[in-house]
Nanobody, 114 residues
């Protein structure tokens, strides 16, 4: 199974981006899907999760600014990022939540300029 993130780019602080995570199989069978990010020199961290029925959870630093959603018909999970801050910059990845992970994709780079 491959989960490929896309949609990153350069955005000014306060701007918005929408990331997409396309799965190579039906995401209904994957269960909880998560977005992660890794800033330069830092560990990869969890950003948001969404269950198979659409229940979402967020790390505190993005609550109220990011929205995770999923379109099961398109086998795609999205991350709408608003009011971006410099600390949101990094490579964003999608994968399952929990100990069993699929191989990590190359992620998508988000750069926030001040």
């Amino acid at each position: 199974v491959q989960l490929q993130a896309s949609g990153g780019g350069l955005v000014q602080a306060g701007g918005s981006l929408r990331l997409s995570c396309a799965a190579s199989k039906t995401i209904r069978s994957i269960g909880v899907i998560a977005w992660y990010r890794q800033a330069p020199g830092k560990e990869r961290e969890l950003v948001a999760t969404i269950t198979a029925v659409g229940h979402a959870e967020y790390v505190g630093s993005v609550k109220g600014r990011f929205t995770i959603s999923r379109d099961n018909a398109k086998n795609t999970v999205y991350l709408q990022m608003n009011s971006l801050k410099s600390e949101d910059a990094g490579v964003y990845y999608c994968n399952t939540w929990g100990p069993r992970k699929y191989p990590w994709g190359q992620g998508t780079l988000v750069t926030v300029s001040s």
